[in-house]
């Protein structure tokens, strides 16, 4: 055991350092570029009615999910009373949020309309400098807080029908500040994707928001982090009609082989798109629970640690460590934590690892002296605290510091690094759905 944290120790070293790089906009950033018509796209006659993700859908049909409600804020920019010129009408914009509730509902996810503001303004309404949006149109117009979702309305969006912000990691690992996040936190969506294929475009948009990846941006290997999606190489629209065949309700070849399609899932690209896999269900409900967790703020502490990911975290050791913890992280975009619990002298303390089929986050140290407890708050969140927080001295009145300066066991003597100029690239969290999604 003593070893093992011997040469664990100067892995913390690394992580730490590793830790303060602030997430960048390639880090975080999705771009969907494109300008192809959906409507005369080739409808790929290779699938069957019954896919094979039809029978995956249904192994939790029954299962009950808490309800998880977020707001919904709408916004119509628009320059005249047209479709083509931006606008959407309240009462289509009320069925939209009832066919989010429709289309997230089986895992227990509901949409609640709360207004729309109208907005005249043909410049406002065109938007062809992505890197301007947020400053000129969505920080202006943005309500509410990080689990609320604010649909923002226009005419023109430049080759694209829609951009989302996906929960950054930057601010839920605390990197990033309120500020820097939150104004900039929606979905700008053309006013014509009311009526695209039955609206599907704003059911596919709104997962990115809640954290989903299309099924081909991390690569044939990993894909979106979902088991229960197949990797491809592009969207199903995309692939040529050679590449697709109608065997087991539809194939298509990519990633080196012939593998079930996606076709009929809201993360893909094509016209027949009509569920979410039970294992993206998680994904959005992993998601939408630390959009509610932190929906004013991010405290972070010094004296704590917590842990997350976007989807199930297997934590496979005890959670009670008499003597202390110790964890390092793999890589830097890593699914396995390697941890042991100190041992008293003289004895040996276990080994184990947390894992998690998408990256895991770890906030705050990563290695305790004395006891420390660790507790699920979520299945996909975890906190560990000292059985007793350490006290910074005081001067003048110790009941009074007591009592006042400490917030999740930071005090305000401990000086805070000096603000910095906020960077526009910072405020990019987008994700970009071509005009085929």
Not at 49 to 75: C, I, K, T, W, Y
Request: charged letters at 25%.
């Amino acid at each position: 055991m003593t070893a093992f944290l011997t040469l664990l120790l100067p892995l913390l070293a690394r992580v730490a350092a590793a830790s303060t790089a602030v997430s960048t906009p390639e880090d975080v950033t999705m771009w969907c570029d494109g300008d192809l018509d959906l409507e005369s796209a080739d409808p790929a006659p290779f699938y069957d009615p019954e896919p094979l993700h039809d029978a995956l859908q249904g192994r939790q049909e029954a299962q009950q999910f808490p309800p998880m409600s977020f707001r919904v804020f709408n916004h119509v920019v628009y320059a005249n009373e047209t479709v083509e010129g931006g606008w959407v009408a309240e009462d289509d914009i009320k069925k939209v949020v009832n066919m989010l509730s429709t289309d997230f509902g089986r895992f227990g996810v509901s949409f609640t309309y709360v207004n729309t503001s109208y907005i005249p303004d043909e410049t406002l309404t065109t938007v062809t400098d992505r890197k301007e949006m947020h400053k000129t149109l969505v920080r202006p117009l943005r309500l509410g807080q990080y689990a609320d979702l604010n649909l923002i309305w226009v005419a023109f969006l430049q080759g694209a029908k829609g951009a989302c912000t996906m929960p950054a990691p930057g601010y839920l690992n605390g990197k990033l500040t309120r500020d820097q996040v939150v104004p900039v936190d929606a979905c700008t969506l053309r006013a014509t994707t009311v009526e695209d294929v039955g609206g599907k475009v704003i059911t596919h948009e709104v997962g990115h928001w809640l954290g989903l990846f299309h099924p081909w941006d991390k690569g044939c290997e990993v894909g979106d982090y979902v088991a229960d999606t197949w990797p491809q190489e592009m969207g199903t629209n995309s692939i040529p009609k050679d590449k697709k065949r109608n065997d087991n309700g539809g194939e298509v070849f990519q990633c080196g082989e012939w593998r079930p399609s996606n076709y009929r899932n809201f993360m893909d690209y094509f016209p027949d798109r009509r569920n979410f896999t039970d294992l993206q269900g998680e994904r959005i409900r992993a998601h939408g629970y630390l959009r509610h967790k932190y929906s004013t703020k991010r405290p972070v502490s010094t004296s704590e640690g917590e842990l997350w990911a976007g989807c199930k975290v297997n934590w496979n050791g005890p959670k009670s460590f008499p003597n202390g913890l110790a964890c390092e992280m793999n890589s830097t975009e890593t699914l396995t934590l390697s941890c042991a619990a100190k041992a008293a002298a003289g004895g040996s303390g276990e080994q184990f690892t947390i894992e998690a089929p998408c990256p895991l986050e770890w906030v705050g140290p990563a290695e305790f002296n004395g006891e420390v407890n660790c507790e699920e708050l979520n299945f996909n969140h975890f906190q560990c605290k000292p059985a007793a927080v350490p006290q910074a001295p005081s001067q003048t009145n110790p009941a009074k510091e007591d009592e006042d300066r400490w917030v999740w066991g930071v005090a305000e003597d401990i000086k805070s690094e000096p603000k910095q100029e906020k960077k526009q690239d910072d405020e990019e969290p987008w994700v970009w759905g071509i005009t085929d999604n």
